[in-house]
């Protein structure tokens, strides 16, 4: 199968849609035990106050969004064997990426001390905002990252750096709300115009609204859906939405169902896009500047 592979009609199955939720939760509880914890990383004994870190860095906002889109994509990429690097923008997302690459395997491949036991779990968490430990945000030294996040602003920027001349590279790029308002984020919707699918790779923004940048408010979850569609849909984006309402109870079974299949829209209108510049090649323009 190459890639840019469109699988209309695809069904996730009720197996793959148990082994996303159980990936997206064990993320998580490694995510809350960097930010928390300096010992007793399985909880088998009772937590005491000795057990949680004395000053807290990072925050818990965005991680489970982070988590959630990393499971999701590792579905949706591994079925249809896309290249694909996933950058994140959000703040203090760190502790998710890390997670995600000590799940997978690459931390301790890279860390040899990080152990996958009890004890390099213990490591592991203390390690994270911690003095002679590992940054809050995504940074030179989590496993491979180009993206360093400690400064909010270049997640597009740096995912399209990596798009172009990239052709079968998909980067998918996490935008945090909060990140959104800086000056660089904002400009950098614009990249678009400077991609040609023939020659470059493609970037698939996702912002994250999650309504706030640490504990306060954000402008584009304030001005309203229309609004933000018709800004985005300006800047050439085709939006699509994907909501969670606040206190639902929809089951987290619907839930992965249904970002799976907006996840598989998405990437087979990608393929698609991508079909029509295979046929027309070269007659398509070339982006300013060659
Ligand atoms: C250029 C810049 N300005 C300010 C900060 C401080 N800061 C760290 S996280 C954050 C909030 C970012 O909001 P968002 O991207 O929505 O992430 P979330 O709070 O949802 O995790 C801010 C302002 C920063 N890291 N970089
Ligand atoms: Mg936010």
Do not use: C
Request: net charge negative; glycine share 10%.
């Amino acid at each position: 199968m190459s890639s840019w592979t469109a699988l209309p009609d695809n069904a996730v199955s009720d197996e793959t849609v148990a082994r996303i939720d159980r990936w997206w939760r064990a993320a998580n509880y490694m995510s809350v035990g960097q930010i928390y914890l300096l010992d007793n990383p399985l909880l088998r004994r009772p937590l005491t106050r000795d057990d949680v870190k004395p000053r807290l860095l990072g925050h818990w906002g965005t991680t489970p969004g982070l988590n959630f889109l990393y499971a999701h994509l590792n579905r949706a990429i591994a079925e249809r064997q896309q290249s694909t690097i996933y950058v994140a923008g959000p703040g203090h997302g760190g502790p998710g990426l890390v997670a995600n690459t000590y799940l997978d395997g690459t931390y301790s491949e890279l860390y040899s001390d990080i152990t996958e036991d009890e004890e390099g779990l213990r490591k592991l968490f203390r390690q994270f905002s911690f003095p002679g430990g590992i940054p809050s945000h995504v940074a030179p030294e989590t496993p491979g990252s180009i993206h360093e996040g400690g400064e909010l602003g270049y997640a597009l920027s740096h995912a399209y750096g990596a798009a172009f001349d990239n052709p079968d590279l998909l980067v998918a790029a996490v935008v945090g709300d909060g990140e959104a308002e800086t000056g660089p984020l904002a400009t950098s919707w614009h990249s678009n115009k400077l991609v040609n699918p023939s020659h470059d790779g493609v970037v698939l923004p996702i912002l994250h609204l999650n309504g706030y940048k640490i504990a306060n408010p954000t402008i584009l979850d304030r001005i309203g859906q229309d609004e933000l569609t018709s800004l985005l849909t300006g800047y050439g984006h085709k939006v699509h939405w994907f909501e969670v309402a606040d206190g639902t109870d929809e089951s987290f079974d619907s839930i992965h169902r249904r970002f799976a299949a907006t996840l598989d829209e998405v990437l087979d209108e990608i393929a698609a896009i991508k079909a029509a510049a295979a046929e027309q090649g070269e007659d398509l323009p070339a982006r300013p500047g060659r």
